[in-house]
């Protein structure tokens, strides 16, 4: 397991206990305590946790998640998929994220990428990446590093997910350009394209989509064939599909007649 597993590993272990004893998380990922230790003193440089005498506490609201981000699953899929969205963006992009588990984990990627705080000297240096953001978790997450421009939408927060949607969301989306947008959705249907089970969510992620150069469709393989409420937008939108090694053949071939990029990771 390579030490950004090992880190992702640890945030979602803190995102659904709030807490991490050293000796408990040492044996469930089946490293050294001392491996935990240097993880743990690692990440609360990074601010991403608080250091606890055996352990360590989540840090503010970044990973007091509601019970959608909690009771995630496909986990090492999702940070796989994260990973390889992560390798897709170049340094300078202006990058949308809407809500949801795997942008989460997009989220996270890029910082542990970026490094701590203070490690790019002047705060005055060009932002790494300029992130435009109606989740509130991930511009909490973001916000305290000097290599990221947040540009958080503004809007109605949705306390089930910390999405922020409704007018006043649309009129700053409508104000800005993206480089790419990476979506999380619900579900993924060859004929209806992509869904999410809210509409004013759905709403968002379209405009979103809209204001973007490219959109990367970042998503496990549970997602694919699957219908929800509310659409998003058609396939011919989707430029690149990241997911994970469990998508169906027929099915990837399907997205590829229809011209998009398939990232199996």
Known sequence: MSKQERWSRLLELLAVDGRLEVEAAAATMTVSPAT??????????????????????????????????????????????????????????????????????????????????????????????????NA?????????????KIVVTGGVARPQTYELVGPLTQGVLNQVVLDVAVLGVDGVDPQLGV?????????????????????ILATDSSKMGKRAFARICGLDRIDVL?????????MAARLTDAGIEVISV
Request: net charge neutral.
């Open 136 to 148: 509130l978790n991930i511009a909490s997450e973001l916000a305290v590093r000097p290599q990221f």
């Open 242 to 250: 990241v997911t994970d090694s469990g998508l169906a053949p027929e």
């Open 36 to 133: 935990i230790r240097r993880d743990l003193d690692e990440l609360a440089e990074q601010q991403l946790l608080v250091r606890t005498r055996g352990g360590a506490i989540a840090h503010g609201v970044s990973y007091e998640l509601p019970l959608r981000y909690k009771s995630s699953r496909q986990v090492s899929e999702k940070q796989r998929i994260a990973s390889a969205v992560a390798d897709l963006l170049t340094p300078g992009d202006v990058v949308g994220l809407n809500g949801g588990t795997t942008t989460t984990e997009v989220a996270r990627v890029l910082t542990l990428r970026a490094g701590g705080p203070t490690e790019r000297g002047e705060h005055s240096a060009p932002p790494m990446f300029t992130v435009v953001t």
């Open 195 to 215: 869904m999410t089970h809210h509409e004013d969510e759905a709403g968002i992620s379209r405009l979103l989509a809209q204001r973007a150069r490219q959109v």
